[in-house]
């Protein structure tokens, strides 16, 4: 009988962190509508700065701009992270989307890569995401990605959602007319990659 208490002890526990893990996923999805205050962080076209501006409001025309090449379509088993990943972000379609082990020696709870395009694969843009148990692991993983990463800083500052500091990014370009853009928000990092002038759309506008 004490076996089966201890047991049932550890199954309940385990019960306990998979039902913890699975909202704090389908929480974070829920808040993933909530475009970074990295819109206000820039200015426009002048986006490398290392000062905040004024509150400034991304045009329209870029905001609005649909996409000339379908998306494809998720798995209809995706989790909630991967299907918090937009169809379209501006007019760049998400063409990709698979399982990476790219982070995996930092035990991420799940990782993906996507691509998004305009249909001019030399604008395509790269995004690797994972999602970590806890903040503090996926702080740990931001400050690496950070850390490797080369050209100038052309931008950094903190993801805000609802008004409350939730992480941070930053944005590195290299002489190439190439951009990395890493930020976390909460359990959550992400990296864009590809043309500077890409990431700087996909960046600013991505709703993670």
């Known amino acids: 009988m004490g076996h089966m208490a ?58 609005s701009a649909k996409p000339t090449i379908d998306a494809k379509a998720l798995p209809a088993n995706a989790s909630e992270l991967l299907k918090a990943m937009p169809e379209h972000v501006s007019n760049f379609a998400r063409t990709d989307a698979q399982a990476t082990d790219e982070w995996d020696a930092s035990s991420p709870l799940e990782e993906y890569r996507l691509t998004y395009s305009t249909g001019d694969e030399a604008k395509d843009v790269q995004v690797v995401v994972g999602q970590w148990a806890s903040e503090q692991e996926a702080v740990t993983q931001y400050n690496a990605l950070t850390k490797m990463l080369e050209g100038d800083e052309i931008a950094a ?52």
């Open 6 to 63: 201890v047991n049932s002890g550890k199954q309940q526990q385990t019960q306990t962190s998979s039902t913890a893990r699975k909202a704090r996923i389908v929480v974070f999805a829920a808040a993933a509508v909530v475009v970074l205050a990295i819109l206000s962080a820039f200015a426009w076209p002048g986006w490398a700065v290392r000062h905040v501006p004024e509150p400034m409001d991304v045009p329209t025309a870029v905001v």
């Open 157 to 208: 500052g903190n993801v805000k959602v609802n008004g409350a500091n939730a992480g941070a990014y930053v944005v590195n370009a290299d002489d190439d007319a190439q951009a990395i853009a890493v930020w976390r928000n909460d359990t959550v990092c992400v990296r864009i990659s590809g043309p500077k002038s890409s990431v700087e759309t996909v960046f600013k506008l991505f709703p993670l």
